[in-house]
């Protein structure tokens, strides 16, 4: 299952569990800690009276209470002047990870552990953040949510933040100025449709002959004899359209030696939804899911935009998504969680889930 960074309060997540960044000591701390026993109620700090001190890193579990989760699991953050604060702070996030399945749990919100009080610096928890979860979900299966209570308390890296918004003022063209961008969408339909017609002709040029046309056109012509020669060309017609999204994306699965697990793992979405688009050849995606999977199969930018079409898409300058998408795909880095925290700190919807 995906990993998805939403803006939110944490104690309003309809989740398995939410972890909460704790004090080491059994006390109610600042922040965090703070806002989730004022929701849990007094049994929380009793439950965490009975765990007693936790050291930096660990995780410990116990009921939710009051909260929409069944569980909190308490993990200890470290200070920004620690030794080796990032390993750990990565134990965080694994540590509680491992206990969430343990206690057999679907899904997990995480606060962005160590970035208040603490002091660590922003973006590189986001990026230990990301990569500790993103091993995690290689091989399990849990919906995890970074959730994120304000922008101000989302960083990205200063260079990556400047590279990308230089990409998109270069290359962003406002909808209003772009009347063919506007309908490149529809346009990339009609080109499908248009393609098929073409097979259509040249099918039917081949197989009727000019002394044979006189027949077919004949006011008494045999709608039975119609029936016959027309029947098995549109059978035969039908084999010669395009792939459809499914059929492509499967081809291309195949061609690459890839396993399912591999594709939709890396496209950040769910395995059930994965498994609908697997079972029918006509299943029809969304856009995001349509870029998620061709971001996982690590398609050039010609490639995707091949595999966009047959699904009815198109990748257009006046979508700032889609700019941030290119960027990625040119910078060869098919990382999609990487693309998600860009995503995110644009202010526009991220792939897969």
Known sequence: MPLL??????VKMHVDVIVNSANPKPIIGAGVDERIHTCAGEQLLQARLAIGNIACGEARITDAYNLHAKYVIHTVGPIHTYNHVYELLSNCYRNSLLLA???KCKSIAFPLISTGTYGVDKAKA???AIQTIHEFLLENDMMVYLVVYDRQSYQLSEHLYNDVQSYIDENYVEETYNRHSRNIECEATINKINNGIKVIKNFLRDIIVEEELEEYIDEEVNEYKCNEILSPCIEELIEEVDDTFAECLFKIIDNKGLKDPDVYKKANIDRRLFSKIRSNKHYQPSKNTALALAFALELNLDETKDMLNKAGYALSNSNKVDIIFKYFIEQNNYNIYELN???F????????G
């Open 5 to 10: 960074i939403v803006r939110n309060d944490l």
């Open 126 to 128: 986001l990026q230990i």
């Open 341 to 343: 925290e860009v995503l």
């Open 345 to 352: 700190k644009f202010t526009e919807t991220t792939l897969g």
């Open 101 to 103: 399945k343990e206690y």
